[in-house]
């Protein structure tokens, strides 16, 4: 079989764009004629790949090669860029497909002074315009399956847009909508969400949030911005992400560099991450919050392996931290597994410990009932301690352990460690969890049993309980109940929209 017979198993839709395209560069009159004599020849026939090419060739001395060779038959991609500089324009190719590229110059009026295809340039290549030419885009009409097509113009207009519009991609789309927000020490900060980006054709994801703290008097919000990189030789995919945030009691600001590596089916992700936080004391549980100042970087890697068939999945993680007199490293796995199509089961398991314990600030300690987000990376309710619902004050978030029932000391405190802990959560596809748990710090193993639906989770037996371990009444249940979601503050817009 030639190198062309694995076309039949490319993604119909990325064959119809590239084809649209194709017949754009050539021109409607030209694809009509190559596509009546290929009917003509192979009406009630079997052709081949090379057969279509064939008819291609005979109608046109064009190199369509980028077509057949690149587009059909590789995964490469394509992006172009354009800039001005000293009256000439320069034109990359900033992907890894050598596609012919339409570049349209325009005058007073937006009127169309030329359209000029470039074709066979290897990286770079630099044109000069047609006189009184105001300014250069590449394929305005949007026929080239251009990955990111906000570097196609030379002009830039700032458009702002009430919620969402269909974009543009060559100007600035600024969207924005009246925003509000909830925590304790807060109360219920209005504000404005401004965003761009977030959908396919952008390489990037920009969201700033100001808001007034009517309760504290004080300006609060935040920012974040994400990039996407190209590829190099170790990364399919990389970005590049900054954020800063005054919120709950911390300001603060996080650079994160994420890269993935392989395919759907075994993917690897190495993140590097460097985060500074400043609490204060007034705002914070100072029970579970050191005040002060910190710095920390980390360093992880996650890799999953996925059957699509099946749907049963396994993915590895471990991770390092390092801080200001302390450093941890954890390893992690989940696994899901199938057993039906409706029956099934996911399981995790978790194991962390302090590399260097001199110094341990109180947010960082391992805490056995679900960790307290020390990098405020999440919505949580209540950081102060001070709400009189306990549901808002014990909110679990999945990290470290992870025991789905609160165990605290005898000072009410969520029981925590700066020493080697360990969980186990098994969550059948009915809404059931058993955890179990345990550290180097503690004689007992901790195991919780119950029920997780939505945000709710509903503990049904407790191996801690001095008294009544398992639930024998709607009251033992109601008072330890707790609540459980985990939006990262600065995605949350792409959950949204």
Known sequence: MSSMGGNYGLNYNK????????QHYLGEEKMD????????????KHPYPEDVRTVFEKHTSKDLSWYFDGALGTNDYADFSIQKKDGRYIISNEGELKVPVEVVFFGDNHKILERRWLEGFEWRTTVDPPANVWYAMLDPDEHMPDVNRTNNST????????????PTYYDRDINYIPWLSYNYYNGLPLGMMFFMGLVPGYSYSTSLLPMWDNKNQKIVGRFSHRRKLNSNNWFNESDITYK???????????????GTMGEDSSLGTFSFGINYSRLDSTALDNSIYSSGTYQLLEFGYLHSWRKKKSGNWFSFNSGVKIGNGFSTASLGAKIRLNFTKKI???????????????????????????????????LVLDRTGRSKNAVMRYQFIQEGPALRGLVTDENNVPLSSSGFTWGLNIDPSIPLFIDVVGGSDFKDIY????????????PLYQSWEPEEKTA??????????????SFDLDELVNFVF
């Open 244 to 258: 800063v945030a005054q919120l709950e009691g911390r300001a603060g600001g996080r650079i994160n560099y994420s």
């Open 33 to 44: 004629e190559i596509m009546q004599d290929y009917y003509e020849t192979w009406k009630f």
């Open 15 to 22: 064959t119809a764009v590239f084809t649209r395209f194709l």
């Open 155 to 166: 002009r830039k207009e700032t458009h702002f847009h009430f919620i969402w519009d269909q």
């Open 447 to 458: 195991t919780a049993a119950g029920l997780q639906t939505g945000m709710f989770i509903f």
């Open 344 to 378: 099934g089961m996911k399981v995790r398991i978790w194991a962390g410990g302090f590399i260097d314990d001199k110094d341990v600030p109180k947010h960082f300690r391992s805490y056995l009932s679900g960790g307290v987000d020390p990098t405020f990376s999440r």
């Open 472 to 485: 024998k009444n709607w009251q033992w249940i109601k008072e330890r109940i707790r609540l459980t979601f």
